[in-house]
């Protein structure tokens, strides 16, 4: 994918040497009955959350860095875990790619993965292919469908041909409609992934990775509870220097013409910059403010922005039983919870009990640190709906 080594890059190992070497040795793998000398990287941890794929990435880096002369293959071993959402498994998808693709690095993985109704989809990864070789599970990486797994590599390229962007709208409407969710949720559905992918072509000028899965229809949400339940999870990643908060940012602190919905974005600023500390930035209120209806960070865009995401959330939150949407920039993450995300009267989304943009700064945990930095933009919206609510 177009820019992915930032995410190498961006994450730079930072400790001593020692303390790698602790954690890398000399052993040997089996590749196809041949016994083979390897690094071997032993990171076991019950759950893989951020701070996992930070360190899962400084322990790779450093391998491939110090050890270059020997090119000897990488076993990583994360013996039995589970994954936090599916970005975390997505990511370290990634991440392995680029070892192998960039460095020139083959890599095996060892692993006995517990999924959830989140992380269900990890069963279709193309890491359950990296031990393959690098042409199959490149091959998975880039494409795979099946009957409840929708994946693609969406490059620059394409978005260039608009015929592609059509074609990929009526493939995921298919996706879905294949598995019974019903027409309106579709459209809805279609519209906001097909904007997400768009805008990794418009705004970031770079590939963009979309994946997307259904899981079974046999969780509980209790024991005794008589329903049946399950997840609908997707993930949106584009890989770019150019974080989300920076076009409007740029455009609101430059020259260039905005209409009057921007003017409100000048005054809510006013009202927040006072609140500005390590927990809510500058930038942060950049990121929320580029939500808004009709705000866009975009030069030729000054009436439009973007509402499909928010539309998504308002539409399916009614039908969720839970959910676990969010979207990450760098080293921040703004979470979309349902009752802080509803449209006041002059159509601002607040991010706060108040539904308050102007006046009121987001509630404590909606925007949070994260441990990794995610070079790009990348949504994570999963769903947790009982079956046959949308049906």
Known sequence: MKNDELLILENPFTCRDRY??????????????????????EYHKNVITGTGMRDIIHLLHYTVVKYSALKYPIMLDIGETSFNDKLVYIVLECVIHIVMEKYHRKVYICYKVTDSIWTEGFKYSCLNNVNDGFDIFEKKFKYDLDRKHFRKVFTYQDYCDKKCLSKLMTDIRCFLKNNCINESSVDELTEVLIEL????????????????????????????????????????????????????????????????????????????????????????????????????GSIQKNK??????????????????????????????????????????????GFNKNNDYINSIPEDGV????????????????????????E
């Open 20 to 41: 790698y070497k602790r954690r890398i040795r000399l052993s040997t793998c089996n590749d196809n009955g041949r016994k083979l000398k390897c690094f071997l990287i």
């Open 197 to 296: 992918v768009g805008n990794s072509g418009e705004h970031a000028k770079t590939d963009c990775l979309i994946d997307l899965d259904l899981t079974d229809d046999t969780y509980k949400s209790t024991a005794d509870d008589l329903d049946n339940y399950y997840g609908l999870n997707a993930c949106v990643v584009n890989f770019s220097k150019e974080l989300f908060y920076v076009p409007l940012m740029n455009k609101m602190k430059s020259s260039q013409e905005v209409n009057e919905r921007h003017i409100w974005v000048k005054k809510a600023k006013n009202n927040h910059e006072r609140y500005f500390s390590d927990k809510y930035s500058e930038k942060d209120f950049y990121t929320i403010s580029s939500f808004q209806d009709k705000i866009s």
């Open 304 to 349: 439009t922005g973007g509402r499909g995401l928010t539309s998504l959330i308002s539409s399916l939150g009614e039908k969720a039983s839970d959910q676990l949407c969010y979207m990450a920039s760098g080293n921040r993450a703004l979470f979309f919870y349902a009752d802080h995300m509803r449209f006041n009267k002059e159509e601002f989304i």
């Open 367 to 390: 925007i949070r640190d994260v441990d990794v930095y995610l070079p790009g933009t990348m949504y994570n919206l999963s769903y947790v709906i009982k079956k046959e609510s949308i």
